[in-house]
Structure formats: C-alpha cells, structure tokens
C-alpha cells in the first residue's frame, strides 16, 4: 500500500498545493516564497526520507503568516491522511539531535490527539524574510491537523539559524520513527484497539 497523500487548499491568502511520500527517500521539489522555510521543509524531507513536493502562492505582501501556518495545516492533513489507520506503524518517535553548539530534542506521538509544548526561546525576530515566532506557529499547526502529540524542546544553543535548523531535522528523523510499519505489530499499536 503506497502511503501517499495530496492536497489542494485554496482561500484569499494562501493557494497551497502539496504531495508527501511517506515512504519516499528525501527528494523534495519546494517553493513557499520563504526561503528560510523552504530551506527548512528541504530538512523535514531529506531527514525523515519523504518525498516532498510544496507549491505556495502567499500574501507575502503582508508578511509571512498565512503561508507558513497554512502550509502547516495542509502538511499536518497529509500526513494523517498517509498514515491512515495507522495499522503497523511505530507510532512513536524521538531525536536529539546536534546542530553545532545547539541540541534540540523532538519527541512525538501519532496518538490522535493532538497536543504540542514547545519549549524553545528564539532572541531575533526573523532569520531571512520568515518571522522567528512563525516556527511555533508552524508545528501548532501540523499537530493540530495531524493529530499529534508534539514536543520541541531545545537543550542548548544560543544561534537562532542553528536552533531552528536542529528543530526540523529533529522532527524529520522522529516522525520518520513513528511512521515505520513494524510486522510485529498487529493493527494499531494501542490496548484500545484504535488510535
């Protein structure tokens, strides 16, 4: 079964369209007219292995908002939708990952219900032309619509580019781990039966 998700989502702000291979190997096609997120969504591609195609037309003439929690909410949708009924799936996932003198932890559950903490203080405003508070925004948005439970925690670090850049590649390798199908697992890995 190809776990493979596409969506269309068009409104007076953002025209959104996007493809996710769960089971892709890190090849990503992006352009959001934010260059630092872009950057950044080529992270959560090459460091979780899914193919990634990301097309957005903003109103960047207002500043980076909209884009960047729409196309949260449309990669949040998609990866429920890949995932289906999670059947074999790991589930869990977690990293710590290291970005020079920066570590970041991402820790996340598939649980279906969404819930996020993100314990992490940026000190500039923007990095490039995307707003520094947009990165909370961001993940807000893929838990709430992918239905996850989602911790970003960072350990150590003082550069804002550094921080960020450990963050996605830190939620990238974690929800890889929890998208594994594992063939030990026999349907949905929960005593209640359904996630």
């Keep these: 079964m190809k776990r493979i998700s ?11 369209s996007l493809k996710l291979n769960i089971d892709g190997i890190g090849d990503y096609d992006i352009d959001t007219g934010v260059g630092f997120f872009d950057h950044m969504m080529t992270h959560i591609s090459k460091h ?3 193919d990634l195609d990301i097309k957005c037309k903003g109103d960047l003439e207002v500043d980076c908002h909209h ?9 949040g949708k998609c990866i429920k939708e ?14 710590i990952i290291p970005m020079d003198e920066t570590l970041v932890l ?5 649980s279906g219900r969404p819930y996020l903490n993100f314990d992490v203080e940026l000190t500039t405003d923007r990095i490039g032309t995307m707003d520094t508070e ?23 670090g003082k ?3 550094h921080i960020v850049e450990g963050i996605f590649k830190a939620f990238g390798n974690a ?10 697992i026999k349907g949905a890995l929960t005593t209640k039966g359904v996630l």
């Design 106 to 110: 991402c820790a996340l559950d598939l």
């Design 48 to 50: 979780g292995l899914f």
């Design 82 to 95: 890949a995932i289906g009924d999670k059947t074999g799936i790991k589930r869990y996932g977690s990293a």
């Design 67 to 75: 884009t960047i929690e729409d196309i949260g909410i449309v990669f």
């Design 175 to 184: 929800l890889d781990q929890a998208t594994i199908v594992d063939s030990r």
């Design 134 to 156: 947009m990165v909370e925004e961001f993940f807000r948005a893929i838990s709430m619509n992918a239905e996850m439970n989602l911790h970003i925690k960072l350990l150590d």
């Design 159 to 161: 550069n804002n580019h």
């Design 6 to 16: 596409e969506m269309d989502r068009k409104t007076n702000e953002t025209d959104i």
